[in-house]
Structure formats: structure tokens, C-alpha cells
């Protein structure tokens, strides 16, 4: 089974298809398989390359967003949508369609992760409990030696200039693998992005604390500094922690 998300972007602006297809192309876990330009190529579009999810604008002359998300409910096999316009007085409208988001332009890049994490729950929850475990273990290497991690023993990880720190329940390790690549292969194990910098265990947060600006700081069991938690995650969060 394919392990990536296939995605088609939909605007009538050629220059917002671009911006957009620039900052999904940070995602490995995301494969822009086509464009369109309107409302009925989008629907000819999903037909034809039975996208996963759909980044829909609104305001398009014929057959705007909105129209074409009703017509893309209805299709044999229906693909997420997430909703692109720089009109805020439709978000309203849009939750009827079941969206999975609504994004405002110009585009928010801590927003965007979000909707992403969003996107990747609902599409690897319907998946097979195996997809992004490429293998059971994460290597890393430390004094010529190659040792290999056990996912459940992280508690967490830090991007820190060109390295990624693994902070694990036995010592601290270095790789230099980007955050978002191990974000990917560790989707089935429970991590969760809380900022640009940090991706957590869910299984070891012991304290969620307000900050100052709608942020947040958590604490992880066995652990004495706060990590950051960035106001446009903290919903998604509470949502993942909350039985």
C-alpha cells in the first residue's frame, strides 16, 4: 500500500497553485499527483487521479469551492478537502462539506503543519496499522558505531541548527535526519509535532501548562526542562490527549 498522500491542488490562480505546491513540497509524506483550474476540472481531475485529499479554493468563476466540494462528497471514492481562499466569511459554510480544514491566504506555515497533521490521523487511521514503519528501529550513529532505537524508548526530538537531538529514556543521540522525515516514519507510533522544532511521544507528556500568547509549555515524565508548544498546535494537541 502507498505510503504517501496523494494531493491534488485546485485555484484558478496559477500563482497561488505554485505557492502552494512550494510549501507541500516540505512534506514527504505528501505527492501532488495534478492541478486544476476550476471547479469542473477538479472534479474530472479526482475522477481520474483518485486523490487522497483536495486543496480547494473557494472563489472560482462557473463552479466555485463550494460546489465542487458537494460534487466531490459524492464521488465512489471521496477525498478529504481542505478548503484555500482568502475569504474568511465562507469558513462557516465549508464545515458543512466535513472539511478537514480551512486555510486563510496568504498562507500560515505553522497553520499549514497543522492541517497536515490533521490530514495524515484521519488518512493513516483508515490505513493498515503498519504504513510509515519502514523498520522497527531508528539507526543512529555514535562514536563510529551504528545503535539502533527503539521508537518507544524517545521522548522526544529537537531540531537544533543541521542536527536533530533524540532525547530517549537511556542518553541523548544526534542524527541528521530533518525533524519532518522522522515525523513521517514514526506516524504510527504516537509522535506529535508541537512546534516547528519539537516532535513528542504523546505516551510521556505529564503537564500542559498556558504560556503567554495562547502558547503553551509541556513537561515530559522524568524530564525537568518545559518544551514549547506553539499556539497553532495546542488544540490539535489537546484534542490527541484528551480521552
Do not use: C
Amino acid at each position: 500500500m502507498e505510503t504517501f498522500i496523494r494531493t491534488l491542488i485546485v485555484d484558478d490562480e496559477p500563482y497561488s497553485r505554485d505557492e502552494l505546491k512550494h510549501l507541500l513540497g516540505g512534506y514527504q509524506a505528501i505527492k501532488i499527483v495534478g492541478e486544476a483550474e476550476s471547479g469542473e476540472s477538479a472534479i474530472m481531475s479526482a475522477i481520474h487521479l483518485q486523490p487522497d485529499v483536495v486543496f480547494l479554493d473557494v472563489e472560482m468563476p462557473k463552479m466555485n469551492g463550494m460546489k465542487a466540494a458537494k460534487a466531490l462528497s459524492e464521488l465512489k471514492k471521496a477525498p478529504l478537502v481542505v478548503f484555500a481562499t482568502a475569504y474568511p466569511q465562507f469558513a462557516a459554510e465549508a464545515f458543512r462539506y466535513d472539511a478537514v480544514d480551512y486555510l486563510l491566504k496568504p498562507y500560515d506555515e505553522d497553520q499549514l503543519q497543522e492541517t497536515i497533521q490533521r490530514i495524515m490521523g484521519k488518512f493513516y487511521s483508515q490505513s493498515e496499522p503498519d504504513i510509515g514503519k519502514t523498520t522497527g528501529k531508528l539507526a543512529v550513529e555514535e562514536n563510529g558505531e551504528i545503535l539502533y532505537l527503539e521508537p518507544k524508548d524517545i521522548l522526544y526530538m529537537v531540531r537544533d541548527d543541521k542536527v536533530t537531538r533524540l532525547i530517549t529514556k537511556v542518553g541523548e543521540f544526534e542524527t541528521k535526519t530533518p525533524l519532518k522525515d522522522l515525523e513521517f516514519r514514526l506516524l504510527t507510533y504516537g509522535f506529535f509535532r508541537i512546534h516547528k522544532s519539537f516532535l513528542v511521544n504523546l505516551e510521556y507528556i505529564s503537564r500542559l501548562t498556558p504560556w503567554f500568547n495562547g502558547a503553551y509549555q509541556l513537561q515530559i515524565e522524568g524530564r525537568s526542562e518545559m518544551l514549547a508548544v506553539s499556539r497553532n498546535y495546542v488544540k490539535a494537541l489537546r484534542s490527541r490527549l484528551e480521552i
